[in-house]
C-alpha cells in the first residue's frame, strides 16, 4: 500500500522541520508518497524542504517504512485549497491525506490508517483522534472526535483534518478539493465523501494539531469569515443552517464589532448572540427548524459562557 500525504506550506519555517519529520518517519508495512507543495515562502521555508530532500537523496534518512517518494515544489499559489490541489494531482497513492505545515503525525499514525484500510475495504474515510498542542509543542488538550453521523456532522465538525486518511478512488469520484474555499475545505470534503461512502472512526490518537496565533482556526481576524463559509457549507449540503454555527457566525461578528464592550460585560454579550442566532437562523431557515431541538441541552448552554479555546481543547467541562 502506497500513503500519499500532501503538505502545503507557506512561510511556516518555525514548524516545517518538525511536521517533515513526522511523515518520513513513519514507519511500517507500506510506502510513503510524500509531497510538499510551497507558496513560494519568504522565510526559510525552502531551504528546510530541500534539507530533507537532500538527506533522502544521499541516503542518510533513516527510512522505516517500505520506501519514500519525496517531492517538492515552490510556486505561487492561489491558497491552501489549491496547493492542496495541486499536490492531490501529483499523488501516486492508494490512500490520500494532508499534514498542515503546523501539526505532526504521531508514530505509527499512518501503520494504523494502512491497516484500517486493509482490513476494511469498503470504507471511505478513516479518520483518528487528535491532540491540540501549543506555539512550543506542548499538549494542551484533544480534539473533540465522536463516531461517525452524517447528520450530525452538519451542525460539528468532529473529523480532524490531520488524522483523517481517505482511498484515492473516492477522493476523485466526489471531485475532490473545492479550490473556491478558503476555511472549510477539510470540512466541505468530509459532507462530500459522507454521502456517499462509508466512514469509521478510529479511536486512536493519530496526530497533533498545532493551535498558535497565526493559526486560521483560532486567528482573530480569520474567526468570522471561517464560521461564515462553514456555515454556508453546511447550508448548501443541508438546507438548513443549524443554530450551532449560526451561533458562532453571530458570535463573532459581534466580538469584532463591539470587543471592548462584551469584554466587560459577558451577560451582555451572550445575551446579545443568542438574540442575533435567533433572528438570523429564523431568516435563513424561513422559521424554526426541528432539528436545532437537539441542540437545545445542558452541555450547549454550558458552553454559552465559555471560550472557544476552552471548547476546543476539552477544557469547558462537558462529558467527553
Known amino acids: 500500500m502506497i500513503v500519499s500525504v500532501v503538505t502545503p506550506s507557506f512561510n511556516q519555517g518555525a514548524f516545517l522541520a518538525e511536521t517533515i519529520e513526522s511523515v518520513l518517519g513513519q514507519g511500517g508495512d507500506f510506502s510513503i508518497d510524500y509531497i510538499v507543495v510551497d507558496g513560494e515562502s519568504t522565510d526559510d521555508s ?8 537532500r538527506l533522502l537523496k544521499r541516503g542518510e534518512w533513516a527510512v522505516a517504512c517500505r520506501g519514500i517518494s519525496f517531492r517538492w515544489l515552490s510556486e505561487k499559489d492561489r491558497g491552501q485549497a489549491h496547493a492542496l490541489a495541486k499536490g492531490f494531482r501529483m499523488a501516486t497513492g492508494d490512500v490520500l491525506a494532508w499534514l498542515n505545515s503546523d501539526d505532526l503525525y504521531l508514530p505509527g499514525a499512518l501503520q494504523a490508517a494502512a491497516d484500517f484500510f486493509r482490513g476494511a475495504p469498503e470504507t471511505g474515510l478513516v479518520y483518528g483522534e487528535a491532540y491540540y498542542c501549543d506555539r512550543a509543542g506542548a499538549i494542551i488538550g484533544s480534539y473533540r472526535t465522536e463516531p461517525f453521523s452524517f447528520q450530525r456532522l452538519a451542525y460539528r465538525n468532529f473529523i480532524c483534518q490531520p488524522s483523517a486518511f481517505f482511498r484515492r478512488e473516492v477522493f476523485l469520484a466526489v471531485g475532490g478539493v473545492d479550490e473556491s474555499l478558503r476555511f472549510a475545505m477539510d470540512y466541505d470534503l468530509w459532507i462530500r465523501l459522507g454521502a456517499k461512502f462509508p466512514c469509521r472512526h478510529l479511536a ?14 483560532i486567528c482573530d481576524r480569520n474567526l468570522f469569515l471561517n464560521s461564515e463559509e462553514g456555515l454556508r457549507v453546511a447550508t448548501g449540503y443541508y438546507g438548513w443552517a443549524p443554530m450551532t454555527r449560526v451561533y458562532n457566525s453571530c458570535s463573532f461578528s459581534l466580538k469584532a464589532r463591539l470587543p471592548k464592550l462584551l469584554a466587560r460585560m459577558p451577560l451582555l454579550a451572550v445575551a446579545a448572540t443568542v438574540f442575533c442566532t435567533l433572528l438570523r437562523s ?12 437537539s441542540l437545545l441541552n445542558r452541555e450547549s448552554f454550558r458552553k454559552l459562557f465559555r471560550s472557544r479555546l476552552e471548547i476546543m481543547t476539552g477544557k469547558d467541562g462537558a462529558k467527553r
Open 46 to 53: 525552502v531551504d528546510i524542504i530541500r534539507r530533507y530532500d
Open 204 to 217: 486512536e490518537a493519530l496526530s497533533v494539531y498545532r493551535l498558535h496565533e497565526s493559526s486560521k482556526t
Open 282 to 293: 429564523f431568516r435563513l431557515n424561513r422559521g424554526f427548524d426541528g432539528r436545532d431541538l
